[in-house]
């Protein structure tokens, strides 16, 4: 009786026409489909929000397995569990991997690099991640909530390698900064109608791993998952310190998760967290326009 559960669904309608001054007229439809669900329960003083969802530009009745996933996240929750600070290994799901990849997103924008403010600057063809990252940014990705023929210059979509066994491969371009920096545009000029085009990431993917979800857990003799946060607004995006309030998340001791964590938070570095990756997820999901697998990290902060 204290279980409720609110969802919905969205379709949207897009039509782009994009002219220019060397005599481009391009226009392209497409239309993105949005499951959204959120459920809570409220008890003995306690209050507990689980939040799902699912996104294509393709359509399918995701409900069920949504649906699936908040009623696994509820029961996981009935029982409650502490932790005392410190370091430990740690699980993230793929809801809360692009809070870390937003970091990297940031790092590989080329006006960032264009104006010497990311700390990928002169990193080219180095390594900067675990050997097991891979990521590229794909515009023609089937499907996708980014795919497009062409980006907000009119320039044409193509994939780009971002990252290729852990070394950082190309940064993103428009053409602006393309030119600044004596290079070509990547594709990923992004604009509105009323704004100024700018560097922008498209399908952001990162490959997946092939360790699945339980097989994580098992491993952990002690340790965290965490699957949502709140807070993160309190991070340093641009160097990679993050902070953030534990919206949802489990204690795992001995290989078996035995409760739901409150009160806690974790902070890292997101560059330093993903040179320290133990396993990647054989699962990928869509999170908006960023597709990745849940990643195990080998340690990270908590703190009560």
């Known amino acids: 009786p204290n279980f409720k559960c609110e969802g919905g669904a969205e379709k949207t309608e897009i039509e ?3 002219m220019n001054s060397r005599g481009l007229s391009y226009s392209f439809k497409k239309t993105n489909y949005a499951f959204s669900f959120y459920a809570f329960l409220a008890k003995e003083g306690d209050f507990l929000g689980v939040q799902e969802g699912e996104a294509s530009s393709k359509y399918k009745d995701w ?11 509820i029961r996981l929750s009935r029982k409650k569990s502490k932790i005392n600070p410190g370091r430990y290994p ?3 799901t793929p809801k809360v991997v692009p809070l870390l990849l937003q970091s990297l997103k940031v790092g590989i924008n080329g006006k960032t690099v264009q104006k010497k403010a990311s700390p990928l600057l002169g990193k080219l063809g180095t390594r900067i991640v675990s050997p097991c990252i891979n990521i590229t940014d ?3 990705f089937s499907f996708g909530l980014a795919t497009a023929p062409l980006d907000g210059e009119g320039v044409p979509s193509r994939r780009t390698q971002i990252i290729k066994e852990g070394v950082l491969k190309s940064f993103i371009y428009d053409l602006q900064t393309a030119g600044l920096m004596g290079t070509e545009s990547t594709a990923n ?20 791993g092939d360790t699945s979800f339980e097989e994580m857990v098992k491993d952990i003799k002690e340790g965290i998952i965490v699957d949502q946060v709140i807070g993160s607004g309190q991070s340093n995006t641009l160097m990679g310190e993050f902070s953030v309030n534990l919206d949802l998340g489990y204690k795992v001791e001995k290989g078996k998760i035995v409760g739901r964590l409150k009160d806690i938070m974790v902070s890292g570095n997101a560059y330093t967290m993903f040179n320290q990756v133990a396993a990647l997820g054989s699962e990928l999901r869509w999170v908006g326009s960023t597709r990745t697998p849940g990643i195990y990290f080998k340690e990270i902060n908590v703190a009560g």
């Open 189 to 208: 000029g992004a604009r509105g109608y009323d704004s100024l085009p700018s560097p922008s990431t498209s399908n952001f993917i990162l490959k997946a």
């Open 16 to 18: 782009v026409t994009i």
């Open 63 to 73: 409900s069920f397995f949504v649906a699936r996933r908040i009623t696994e996240a």
């Open 90 to 92: 740690a699980i993230f």
């Open 138 to 140: 794909d515009p023609l």
